[in-house]
């Protein structure tokens, strides 16, 4: 099924330790998208990539790395995690043929970092 | 960059009654209108989308009007049922081509009683 597929669901971490969040899209999409999510904050956007090969900041990027891996998987790495990372990640592609269009999320990472 | 104002932040209605939910965006240069509903635990969903060059849009029992005039745009949930209880998120895009940057709202938790 078409669709954008996000790992793990779930992560707890302790300060300081590192861990990637994979995400992949077979849509045949150029653009993907990283989202944080936080109660009373909505969705605010972390990293995005307009096309393969090319990245670009978000709203909150500090703390925060991305790769391209090709034209499916976009990668977010936090290298030291932080408490104020705590947070539920949503990976994201637009949904239909065309890019300016609505977005298609994975299922969501519910990060813990104690 | 764009900025994203959503009200009411929590909103009840009775089963039947109308909802509404009201979104301001701040650039002028946004085209593309989407509102997602996201229910507990799961990722948000695309319910209806308008574009600038349209004023109203209909699905069934969900609406959407835009304003650009004065930059607001509006969700209209008729017949509410205890289904659409839920989180609505509206959000706003410049996009063109290659890259369609959602900034959100904060969101609308909608409870319907029965």
């Known amino acids: 099924n078409a669709g954008v597929t996000q790992t793990p669901k779930f992560q707890v971490l302790k300060t300081g330790q590192s861990m990637t969040l994979q995400c992949a899209q077979d849509?045949?999409?150029?653009?993907m998208y990283w989202y944080r999510q936080d109660p009373g904050m909505g969705l605010r956007l972390i990293y995005y990539?307009?096309?393969?090969?090319?990245?670009d900041k978000g709203e909150v990027p500090n703390g925060y790395n991305v790769s391209r891996l090709n034209k499916r998987e976009f990668s977010l790495r936090l290298e030291s995690a932080a408490p104020s990372q705590t947070s539920v990640y949503f990976c994201?592609?637009?949904?239909?043929?065309?890019?300016?269009?609505?977005?298609?999320f994975g299922s969501g990472t519910r990060l813990t970092v104690v | 960059g764009e900025n994203v104002e959503q009200h009411p932040s929590t909103l009840s209605v009775q089963e039947g009654d109308s909802a509404v939910i009201k979104c301001t965006y701040s650039?002028?240069?946004?085209?593309?209108f989407p509102w997602y509903k996201q229910e507990l635990g799961k990722r948000p969903q695309l319910i209806i989308d308008?574009?600038?060059?349209?004023g109203e849009k209909k699905d069934q029992r969900i609406a959407v009007t835009l304003n650009k005039t004065a930059k607001h745009f509006s969700l209209h949930i008729t017949e509410t049922q205890p289904e659409d209880s839920a989180v609505y998120f509206c959000?706003?895009?410049?996009?063109?081509?290659?890259?369609?940057?959602?900034?959100f709202g904060t969101g609308t938790r909608l409870q319907v009683t029965l």
């Open positions: 994201a592609s637009p949904g239909a043929i065309g890019e300016n269009y609505g977005y298609t």
């Open positions: 849509m045949n999409h150029n653009s």
């Open positions: 990539s307009a096309s393969e090969g090319t990245t």
């Open positions: 650039d002028s240069a946004s085209n593309y």
């Open positions: 308008i574009r600038s060059n349209v």
């Open positions: 959000a706003a895009s410049a996009g063109t081509g290659t890259a369609s940057k959602l900034t």
